[in-house]
C-alpha cells in the first residue's frame, strides 16, 4: 500500500503544480492584453541585441500598441485590433496589414488544457528581475516538433518580465527581457504616435481575401498531409506577395503555442525556387516546388517540423 499511496501523492502534488503554472500563466496572459504599460526591453536573438521600446495603451476604443527600435535604424510598427503599420526608413516605406504580424511577446492562448497536451508546465520558483518580485513558469515540449518556454512573471500585476525561447536541452535560443518597465500608468495619447512622418516615403497596403470576406476564395486548393499532433488550420487567405505574381495561398497552423505560416504561390519564371532548409536564430523555413508552385512553410519551430509540412504539402484532391 505505501508505495501506491506514495504514488497517489505525487500525481496529485504534479497535478496542483501543473494548475498553479496554468493561473500564473492565464494571469500573464491577461496582463499582456488588459494593462497600461510603458517599458524597454532588450531582445536577444541570432548573436544580436536589439533595445526596443513598448508603449500599450487600453481605452475605450480598444488596444494600442507602439513598438520602437532605439538601436539601429529607426524602425516603428503601431498596431491596433484592426490593422499594424510598420515603418522603415531605410527603404523609405510604409506598410500596412492585417493585425497580425509577430509580437514582440509569446501569445498564451486561453485554452491552456488544451496545451497540456503537449507540453509540461512546471513552476520553477521565485527570482527578482528590475526590482520587481518574479515567478518562474516553464512551458515543456513533449516531443522534438516544438520549442519551449521560459516565462518570469511579476508576482502582483502578473505582467510579463522576461521570456525565453528554449531548445531540447533546455538552452535559451532568444530572450526578451525587460530593462526598464512601469505598469499602470497614464499613457498620454501623443506617447503612440509616431515619431517618424512618413513623408515622401512609399507605402504599401497589404492587399488579402479572406474566406470571411469572399466565399469563392473560402476553401484552400492545397492540403497538408502530415502535421505534428496538436497542430490545426487556424487561418486561411490569400495576398499577393510579389507585384509580378498571382494570388498566394497563405495557411496558419498552430498549436497553441507555436505558429506556421504555410505560403503556396506560382513559381516565377527566370527566379530561381527556395528550396531545402533555411535558418535564422530561432526562425526556420523550408521550401519545396510542387507542381510548379513554391511552397514555404516558416516559423518560430525546430526544423523537423517545417521539413514535415513542407514536404507533405499536395494539391486538394490529389492522391
Same mark, same amino acid.
Not at 498552430?254 to 503556396?264: C, F, K, W
Not at 532548409?277 to 526544423?303: H, K
Given at each position: ?7 497517489? #501523492? ?10 498553479a ?13 488588459? #494593462? ?7 531582445y536577444?536573438h541570432?548573436?544580436? $541585441? ?19 527600435? #532605439? ?19 531605410d ?29 509540461? $508546465? ?9 526590482g ?22 511579476e ?5 510579463? #518580465? ?6 531540447e536541452?533546455g538552452?535559451? +535560443? ?17 506617447? $503612440?504616435?509616431?515619431? $517618424? ?51 498566394a ?14 505560403? +503556396? ?23 519545396a ?31
Amino acid at each position: 500500500m505505501r508505495p501506491l499511496l506514495l504514488a497517489l #501523492l505525487l500525481c496529485c502534488s504534479q497535478a496542483v503544480a501543473a494548475d498553479a503554472a496554468r493561473q500564473w500563466l492565464h494571469g500573464m496572459s491577461e496582463a499582456l492584453k488588459t #494593462l497600461d504599460y510603458d517599458g524597454t526591453f532588450v531582445y536577444q536573438h541570432d548573436g544580436r $541585441l536589439d533595445v526596443m521600446r513598448i508603449v500599450h495603451r487600453v481605452d475605450d476604443g480598444g488596444r494600442r500598441e507602439r513598438l520602437v527600435s #532605439l538601436t539601429g535604424s529607426a524602425r516603428e510598427v503601431l498596431r491596433d485590433d484592426r490593422s499594424v503599420t510598420c515603418i522603415l526608413p531605410d527603404n523609405k516605406s510604409v506598410m500596412i496589414g492585417r493585425s497580425r504580424s509577430p509580437q514582440p511577446f509569446p501569445v498564451v492562448p486561453d485554452d491552456l488544457a488544451t496545451i497540456s497536451r503537449y507540453y509540461r $508546465l512546471q513552476d520553477k520558483g521565485d527570482d527578482h528581475m528590475i526590482g520587481y518580485r518574479a515567478r518562474i513558469i516553464a512551458v515543456i515540449p513533449k516531443d522534438e516538433f516544438r520549442y519551449g518556454y521560459r516565462f518570469w512573471i511579476e508576482q502582483d500585476s502578473r505582467m510579463l #518580465l522576461r521570456s525565453d525561447l528554449t531548445g531540447e536541452d533546455g538552452s535559451t +535560443i532568444e530572450q526578451v527581457q525587460f530593462t526598464a518597465l512601469d505598469v499602470g500608468i497614464d499613457i498620454p495619447v501623443s506617447d $503612440l504616435q509616431p515619431s $517618424l512622418t512618413g513623408d515622401d516615403y512609399t507605402w504599401h497596403r497589404q492587399t488579402e481575401i479572406n474566406a470571411a470576406q469572399d466565399s469563392s476564395y473560402g476553401m484552400p486548393g492545397w492540403m497538408v498531409r502530415e502535421l505534428p499532433a496538436g497542430f490545426m488550420l487556424t487561418d486561411f487567405g490569400r495576398r499577393r506577395l510579389h507585384e509580378q505574381g498571382g494570388d498566394a495561398e497563405h495557411m496558419v497552423f498552430s498549436d497553441g503555442m507555436a505558429t506556421v505560416s504555410v505560403y +503556396i504561390e506560382q513559381a516565377l519564371p527566370d527566379t530561381d525556387a527556395f528550396t531545402g532548409l533555411s535558418t535564422m536564430g530561432a526562425m526556420n523555413a523550408y521550401g519545396a516546388l510542387v507542381d510548379g508552385y513554391q511552397v514555404t512553410v516558416v516559423g518560430e519551430v525546430p526544423p523537423a517540423t517545417v521539413k514535415m509540412i513542407a514536404t507533405s504539402v499536395q494539391r486538394q484532391g490529389a492522391s
